[in-house]
């Protein structure tokens, strides 16, 4: 495979290696990107260096990208809710509780177990433990996520994605009343420095992000939001929210108090995005979830 040859500009003075080529190939994950500067398939200047290093501005970088690696999640035979389904994508009703690809503490019951089980073939550019994956939604959020279907269709809708042209709307039900109808959230997300498995965005450090809402509906206690975001950071609809003093329900890690739930209220609605065949738009919707609607109907007006 030819090496992809880059220059960094000026303006990327600051900016962490890794960082940096995740942007300009967001065909590959941040975390496969991570592993060819390791292993030295990344050269700086000619000379290999580690994915923390904090670029000048101006310097060549040569990527010499790894032989995809074969399919290696475990078949499992889990039922899976098939929204949509052409030769090229496949939109899946992922349920609160799943996690999308095997990592730390888990590595069976996974949406890609399923997905190998239940398709012959998938992309494999995510690598081996994540085929097909081209975006993520958290493991206690409900709703419509994206699945490549060959290699082709996931580096188009990588670049839809990283273009801003994918509408992804989700539902949230907040603690508090939130007092304007509608609201835009642009504030920075970066790793909490002190609770390393939360986000925060707190700090003038971090990666832009952009939250959107508007009220759907007003309780004595609580405020349901429909969210639009233009990135997809982790964590971000969570942590922006939370930034505003309206905690999502359920989500104990940003503040909640306990539910009668083993989930937090948020759910991927709607995702839109342009066919990689055809250039057609495609909307696929995913109803609210069973259990998100008695907790509504539990609130009363």
Do not use: C
């Amino acid at each position: 495979m030819d090496p992809i040859v880059l220059t960094a500009p000026a303006t990327a003075a600051g900016t962490r290696l890794d960082s940096f080529l995740h942007a300009a190939l967001p065909e590959y994950s941040r975390a496969r990107l991570q592993e060819w500067i390791r292993a030295g398939r990344v050269l700086l200047n000619s000379a290999a260096t580690r994915p923390s290093h904090i670029l000048h501005g101006n310097e060549s970088i040569a990527v010499h990208p790894a032989p995809a690696a074969p399919l290696n999640a475990t078949p499992e035979d889990i039922p899976l809710d098939i929204l949509y389904e052409n030769a090229d994508v496949v939109a899946v009703n992922k349920p609160a509780g799943m996690v999308v690809h095997a990592g730390a503490g888990a590595h069976s019951g996974t949406l890609t177990n399923a997905l190998v089980h239940r398709f012959s073939a998938l992309s494999s550019v995510g690598g081996g433990l994540r085929p097909g994956i081209v975006h993520r939604i958290d493991r206690y959020t409900s709703g419509v996520l994206l699945v490549a279907r060959n290699d082709a269709a996931h580096l188009n809708l990588a670049r839809q994605f990283a273009s801003r042209t994918v509408e992804k709307t989700y539902v949230a039900l907040v603690h508090g009343r939130i007092a304007a109808d509608t609201g835009r959230i642009a504030k920075s997300i970066a790793r909490d420095p002190v609770h390393r498995t939360r986000m925060t965005a707190r700090l003038a450090a971090g990666r832009t992000a952009l939250t959107e809402y508007k009220v759907l509906r007003r309780f004595a206690k609580f405020t349901l939001l429909e969210v639009r975001i233009g990135t997809g950071r982790t964590h971000q609809i969570r942590v922006h929210l939370a930034s505003l003093g309206h905690v999502i329900a359920g989500d104990k890690l940003y503040g909640a108090p306990a539910g009668p739930l083993p989930r937090f209220f948020l759910h991927a609605a709607r995702i839109a995005f342009d066919s990689p065949s055809t250039g057609a738009r495609i909307v696929v919707e995913a109803p609210l979830p069973a259990e998100l609607e008695r907790w509504l109907s539990g609130l009363g007006s």
